[in-house]
């Protein structure tokens, strides 16, 4: 059974901070992805990555970084938080050999004052 | 990129109606079209999926449609039940392989 976990599931932070968000797989997943999911626009993608040490630009990259030093951990990384970067943070893994399901974490409640 | 667009973003039901959900897409090369289902408070977790070389599946109450020609595909919930009740996504594969481009959701509500 895949399991993704999140390292928290609700994170308060203040103005200007840096946050870290982790995400761990145990089912040896090749990609990682990092969600951002806000009401009435969905899931959009952050960032992802196909292996150790390699990452893509999602469709709003601005203002997060990245950092998979292991294959089974991605983290997510807010450089100075700020408080339109509220949100519902979610992590999802899947197989790289073909287009696979992906299996999402709990999600984590970011709210940034 | 691909881009996926989904209708309604909202839809009420009575227990036992049909409900049907549509999604469109861009990418002509697109393969692979899950559905995912997340009900409040929890993650997504996918439902049903389709490949291009098939119109349709079924899986017990549910069940996906294709239409490759138009760029269209659908997902269609018989007798449904309020644990049907939740945000439904649909997505598309695109051109870069293994990810995903999803539509922005449907809140389900199925009143007994």
């Known amino acids: 059974d895949v399991k993704v976990t999140q390292s928290s599931r609700y994170l308060v932070k203040r103005t200007g901070e840096k946050v870290f968000l982790e995400c761990v797989q145990d089912?040896?997943?090749?990609?990682m992805f990092w969600y951002r999911q806000d009401p009435g626009l969905g899931l959009r993608l952050i960032y992802f990555s196909y292996d150790v040490k390699m990452k893509e630009k999602g469709d709003i990259p601005e203002g997060y970084s990245v950092s998979r030093e292991k294959k089974e951990r991605f983290s997510l990384i807010l450089e100075s938080a700020s408080t339109n970067q509220t949100s519902m943070y979610l992590c999802?893994?899947?197989?790289?050999?073909?287009?696979?399901?992906?299996?999402f974490g709990p999600g984590t409640r970011l709210t940034v004052l | 990129g691909e881009n996926v667009e989904q209708h309604p973003s909202t839809l009420s039901v009575q227990e036992g109606d049909s409900a049907v959900i549509k999604c469109t897409y861009s990418d002509s090369a697109s393969n692979y079209f899950p559905w995912y289902k997340q009900e409040l408070g929890k993650r997504p977790q996918l439902i049903i999926d389709?490949?291009?070389?098939?119109g349709e599946k079924k899986d017990q109450r549910i069940a996906v449609t294709l239409n490759k020609t138009a760029k269209h595909f659908s997902l269609h919930i018989t007798e449904t039940q309020p644990e049907d009740s939740a945000v439904y996504f649909c997505?598309?594969?695109?051109?870069?392989?293994?990810?995903?481009?999803f539509g922005r959701g449907t809140q389900l509500t199925v009143w007994p």
């Open positions: 999802a893994s899947s197989l790289l050999a073909d287009t696979d399901t992906q299996y």
């Open positions: 389709i490949r291009s070389n098939v």
């Open positions: 997505a598309g594969e695109g051109s870069t392989l293994g990810r995903l481009y």
């Open positions: 089912m040896d997943h090749e990609n």
